[in-house]
DNA sequence: TTTTATTTTTAGATTTGTCTAAAATTTATT
DNA sequence: AATAAATTTTAGACAAATCTAAAAATAAAA
């Protein structure tokens, strides 16, 4: 049932948005979805009802919403079309980690099924993106991790980056200046309570201090990583 | 100047298709246009005149119109992209070469010039698309190739089909069928004027009838094809 | 060269997605 | 609890791309 249905940009841009702000939030309100967007909260009341109507989120007027089961298996085909996009333009078309977004944000919007599957298998079934986040399978299963921000990493623990929250080109500029990237070692060195900076140590290199902006952004495995292999 | 100015999928769909047409016929007509983007003359109407304040054709009203220097430009770089895309489909991600236009006819509206830069280097700057159709480069110009078509090529001449004029699925399948694809070579066995369809064989193969309405689509190099190596 | 037929354009509507400004509702504050 | 502030929704408008039906222009035929 229902194998090949499109969505249109809008409403997929619109689906994508609520998964990731309901996996923070659990349900998520019009502001939010309309900031998230760059929109104007009265264009995403809109798309709601359009959403409701098609039956793809739980909603009730100024009580918040978020997606049903339908919503969220469109949501994921989505986002594993702008991963699998991400992936094939850095590790294929050798382009940076930080300037693939754009591009993918429209490349996810082709239709094809098939093509993705297809384009899933030429690049070898990849577990994750480039920045880290995990990639959903053909069924739209997405391999849950345990991700924690680094604001919220313990003093001295190191920790490997597994993802970046938010993907501005100019967060991740900024990151890529601090030598950070996905799957560097680093840990804290010191919190400074006053603005809950924090002074950030990765492997050969001097301290940096990132804002507390920057740290919730920032995720890194929950677990300790390998550091010795046997 | 103007490097990446951004048209309408839709924009786009009717420079390219106008580009063709005028390949053909030097200038263009609404009817023949609308007919072949499968919409009503009255929508192309429209569309034309918003091309024309674009300053992207010569249009004058009830006299038909053609692309200028800026809109033959615009429709190259679409038919650079669509064809890219197409020879990626086939020789990377292994789709037949009579399953790809439908999805490449979505994937020439992505914009971003370095992808397709990108893209091309990474398919080693090919010559020509899967269905034999030259690729502009990455200035847009179209190295043109001497084509004569089926229905033209005289008896018992070795030839090797070299393009596909008219791409449906529906065409694409028939031929398949005749196990006539790009580079098959083939001869003209015999002519029936009555309905000037053809016998054509193909080597190894027994010999098949194709009606003149095939043969008219079926393109084929003018000049003797390369029978030995030396 | 009139008349008829065809082609093309205009006029007015529709759909999708967006917006602003105002109204309705909920939340926060005195 | 009453009022103020913030959030959310509605009402009405607009741009893009399309459509149908009717009018205008051109081409073909009698």
Request: net charge positive.
């Amino acid at each position: 049932m229902a194998p090949n249905v499109k969505y249109s940009a809008s409403k997929e841009n619109h689906l994508k948005a609520i998964f990731h702000l309901q996996q923070e939030q659990g349900i998520v309100t019009t502001n939010a979805l309309a900031a998230a967007l760059q929109t104007r909260p009265a264009s995403v009341t809109d798309m709601l009802k359009k959403l409701k109507d098609q039956k793809l989120l739980i909603y009730e007027r100024y009580k918040g919403f978020k997606l049903n089961n339908e919503g969220r298996k469109a949501a994921l085909q989505v986002i594993r079309k702008h991963r699998l996009w991400e992936y094939f333009l850095v590790k294929k078309l050798q382009f940076g980690w930080d300037e693939v977004h754009e591009i993918a944000e429209e490349l996810e919007h082709i239709a094809s099924k098939k093509l993705i599957d297809r384009l899933d298998a030429f690049l070898g079934f990849p577990e994750a993106d480039p920045h880290g986040d995990p990639i959903p399978d053909s069924q739209g299963r997405l391999q849950m991790r345990r991700q924690i921000n680094l604001a919220q990493l313990p003093l001295n623990k190191v920790a490997q980056v597994s993802g970046i929250a938010s993907q501005t080109s100019e967060m991740l500029e900024l990151l890529q200046y601090n030598h950070i990237r996905l799957g560097t070692r680093l840990e804290i060195k010191k919190k400074f309570p006053f603005d809950d900076s924090l002074e950030v140590k990765v492997r050969n290199r001097p301290p940096v201090t990132l804002s507390a902006r920057v740290a919730k952004n920032v995720l890194v495995n929950d677990d300790e990583p390998i550091t010795e292999r046997r």
